[in-house]
């Protein structure tokens, strides 16, 4: 069973930094893209960062320049740098992967998983 678990969030001051990690587990057989989503109090979950496994990279607009998403293979980890923080940055980050799993011999495309989010706040 696949899992992702979000660490590293916490209360930070306006135009602080904070590093994201996400540890995954289980059997997946390939990787398609691994991202970082948020949600604001209030407002739809978004997407923030996006790792394709071509090592391609995608950023909102709202935090190009400030963040940066990694990605270290031999430790099963996803990384989200911020830098330059702002309260509009404050929302539960989550971890999510897309890609194939094998399970019991059968492997199964087009899988989603997500972690259970780790809350960001930026406030003075």
């Known amino acids: 069973q696949v899992q992702l678990v979000e660490s590293g969030g916490g209360l930070v001051q306006p135009g602080g930094s904070l590093n994201l990690s996400c540890i995954v587990s289980?059997?997946?057989?390939?990787?398609?893209?691994m991202n970082w989503y948020r949600q604001a109090p209030g407002k739809q979950r978004e997407l923030v960062a996006t790792l394709e496994t071509g090592g391609r990279k995608n950023y909102q607009d709202s935090v190009k320049d400030r963040f940066a998403i990694s990605r270290d293979n031999a430790k099963n980890m996803l990384y989200l740098q911020m830098q330059r923080l702002t309260p509009e940055d404050t929302a539960v980050y989550y971890c999510?992967?897309?890609?194939?799993?094998?399970?019991?011999?059968?492997?199964?495309?087009?899988?989603?998983?997500w972690g259970k989010g780790t809350l960001v706040t930026v406030s003075s």
């Open positions: 289980g059997s997946i057989f390939s990787i398609g893209s």
């Open positions: 999510n992967l897309h890609g194939t799993v094998e399970e019991g011999g059968i492997y199964y495309q087009g899988m989603n998983y």
